[in-house]
């Protein structure tokens, strides 16, 4: 990650979060895929493991789901994504909705 978003972050987070030199941008993404690894088993939904890798950006090694299939549409990867529980209530604050035009 050489580039301007990751020198932003690198200093945000050392001056922010942590200055702890193991923990990195990086580790959010491990983090996240360990813990959609462990929604996906826990509800033994094996098959969301290829939408995992593509929300994550790895390649999928199917010839079947790689070059001929599509990408996954935003819903179920959004779907996927919603399964992730930290265990912090986060009930009490507003995200605002895009709404459609027209």
Known sequence: MDNDFSRWYNGYEEKYITDHPKKSFHSLRHNFIHNLKQEITKDKAYGLE???KETVGHANESITLYRYGKEYVLQIKLDLIK???YGIDL???KFPI???KG
Do not use: G, I, P
């Open 83 to 85: 399964r992730l529980d």
């Open 98 to 100: 895009a709404k459609k």
């Open 91 to 93: 009930s009490h604050l």
């Open 50 to 52: 290829n939408v995992l």
